[in-house]
C-alpha cells in the first residue's frame, strides 16, 4: 500500500522567499507528525495535529513557520522569509493512533542559498 | 528536558557477526521507546518498540533491550547482512518523539 509521500523531495530557495511543503500521510492515519532533521543529526519534533487539529507546536523554530492541516489529511509546512539556519530535510510522519510507531516518508531536503 | 543519546558514533562489523547497538536516556519516566533504521535518501523506518513494562523484546533478528535502572536501551541485530547497513536511532515519547543523534552501522562483507 501507499505510505507516506511528501513532495517536492528537494527544494532549493534564496534567503528570504517562502516555501511550501506537502505531505500526504497515509489513507485514514488521523495523526501527523513533523520533524527537522539537519545534517548528521537525529529528527526534531517540529509540530503534531490530530485530524485538523494542531495540538503541539512547540517544536516550531520561529513564527516563520506555519504548518496546516484543514481537512485533517494532507498536511502542509510553510516558512515565511527562509534564512540559511532553515537547510535541513523535512520530514513528515504518520500514525493511525496518538501514539506509538510513526511512519515517516522520504522527506524534502530544504537548501536556502 | 528529555533527551537521548548513542554511545557510538560509528558501528563497524563483518557480515554475520551480531551487532549491538546502545542508547541512554535521560528522563526515568520515559514509557515507550523505538528503534528506526534510516538509509541514506531515505525517511526513518520502523524496526521495533518496547513499553516501559517489559525490558526485552524480539522480532525478526531484532532484540531490544531495556535495563531502567541504568537509563539504557540496547539494539541487538544477530547475523547482521549488508542490507543492514544504515543509521540507527533511538527514540523515546508518546506523541512527540525524541531521537538520539544515531550510530552508523557499517557492515563489511
Known amino acids: 500500500g501507499a505510505g507516506v509521500s511528501q513532495s517536492p523531495r528537494y527544494k532549493v530557495a534564496k534567503r528570504g522567499q517562502d516555501v511550501a511543503l506537502r505531505c500526504d500521510p497515509i489513507s485514514g492515519h488521523v495523526s501527523l507528525f513533523w520533524y527537522q532533521q539537519a545534517l548528521g543529526q537525529g529528527p526534531e519534533f517540529l509540530t503534531y495535529f490530530q485530524n485538523e487539529a494542531q495540538l503541539d507546536k512547540s517544536g516550531l523554530p520561529s513564527d516563520r513557520f506555519f504548518a496546516e492541516r484543514p481537512e485533517g489529511s494532507v498536511s502542509t509546512l510553510k516558512i515565511q522569509r527562509t534564512q540559511q539556519e532553515d537547510s535541513a530535510v523535512y520530514l513528515c510522519?504518520?500514525?493511525?493512533?496518538?501514539?506509538?510507531?510513526?511512519?515517516f516518508g522520504p522527506g524534502t531536503r530544504l537548501t536556502v542559498l | 528536558g528529555e533527551s537521548v543519546g548513542l554511545h557510538l558514533p560509528t558501528l563497524s562489523v563483518q557480515e554475520g557477526d551480531n551487532s549491538i547497538i546502545n542508547c541512554a536516556y535521560s528522563n526515568s519516566a520515559s514509557d515507550y521507546f523505538i528503534w528506526y533504521k534510516q538509509e541514506s535518501g531515505k525517511g526513518p523506518q520502523f524496526i521495533i518498540d518496547?513499553?516501559?513494562?517489559?525490558d526485552k523484546r524480539q522480532g525478526q533478528r531484532v532484540t531490544v533491550l531495556l535495563n531502567k535502572t541504568v537509563k539504557h536501551l540496547s539494539l541487538q541485530i544477530a547475523a547482521t547482512q549488508p542490507g543492514d547497513s544504515a543509521v540507527y536511532f533511538c527514540a523515546t515519547g508518546f506523541q512527540k518523539l525524541v531521537f538520539g543523534t544515531g550510530t552508523r552501522l557499517l557492515v563489511s562483507p
Open positions: 510522519a504518520s500514525s493511525s493512533r496518538g501514539y506509538g510507531e510513526q511512519f
Open positions: 518496547i513499553r516501559s513494562n517489559m
